[in-house]
T-cell receptor
Framework: AQTVTQSQPEMSVQEAETVTLSCTYD???????LFWYKQPPSRQMILVIR??????QNATENRFSVNFQKAAKSFSLKISDSQLGDTAMYFC???????????FGTGTRLKVLA | AAGVIQSPRHLIKEKRETATLKCYPI?????VYWYQQGPGQDPQFLIS???????DKGSIPDRFSAQQFSDYHSELNMSSLELGDSALYFC??????????????FGPGTRLLVL
């Protein structure tokens, strides 16, 4: 069975600084997909970034980038130039290829300080 | 762009009552997923449908059932409600015919409170 672990329950960062959220996972699958979702106080789940396991290049979306280390089964999210609107719960999610469900980590609550 | 629509957004029920949650996927999406998120918890997968057939099943109680209709909308039926069913219920949708087919787009959720 796959598991996803987010070891940082809470983090804070000053506005305009950079922060990295960690995520590790355990799987025996060779092909899978990884995601970061953001859940602000409204509790809407918003896709931040996705990564295909077969791609060596790390995904980037504007201020958001990932450090994907397949051998180490690590998938961290880096947020650059943090903004107040980045304050949210961040969930890491795993999906094995050919399956339908996401397996989520327990989340990291990020607070951006003015 | 059109998003996933869920109704109702809020629902209050008594113990042992029934509830029906509805989900309207993004147009041309053929796959629907249901998740349950308890207070302070991560979302837990309940069930999914692809082209109106159940495609995967997670930790969905036997008291719950769901289906996907010909117009691709889905309904989650919950009977004999318990206090522990109080949660935020998300519906998500994706398209298996297009890439990235694995990306699920979430609705705003239905907040269910059982008293």
């Amino acid at each position: 069975a796959q598991t996803v672990t987010q070891s940082q329950p809470e983090m804070s960062v000053q506005e305009a600084e950079t922060v990295t959220l960690s995520c590790t996972y355990d799987t025996s699958e060779s092909n899978y997909y990884l995601f970061w979702y953001k859940q602000p106080p409204s509790r809407q789940m918003i896709l931040v970034i996705r990564q295909e396991a077969y791609k060596q290049q790390n995904a980037t979306e504007n201020r958001f980038s990932v450090n994907f280390q397949k051998a180490a089964k690590s998938f961290s999210l880096k947020i650059s130039d943090s903004q107040l609107g980045d304050t949210a719960m961040y969930f890491c999610a795993f999906q094995a290829s050919g399956t339908y469900k996401y397996i989520f980590g327990t989340g990291t609550r990020l607070k951006v300080l003015a | 762009a059109a998003g996933v629509i869920q109704s109702p957004r809020h629902l209050i029920k008594e113990k042992r009552e029934t509830a029906t949650l509805k989900c309207y996927p993004i147009p041309r999406h053929d796959t629907v997923y249901w998740y349950q998120q308890g207070p302070g918890q991560d979302p837990q997968f309940l069930i999914s449908f692809y082209e109106k057939m159940q495609s995967d099943k997670g930790s969905i109680p036997d008291r719950f059932s769901a289906q996907q209709f010909s117009d691709y909308h889905s309904e989650l039926n919950m009977s004999s409600l318990e206090l522990g069913d109080s949660a935020l219920y998300f519906c998500a949708s994706s398209s298996r015919d297009r890439r990235p087919e694995e990306t699920q787009y979430f609705g705003p959720g239905t907040r269910l409170l059982v008293l």
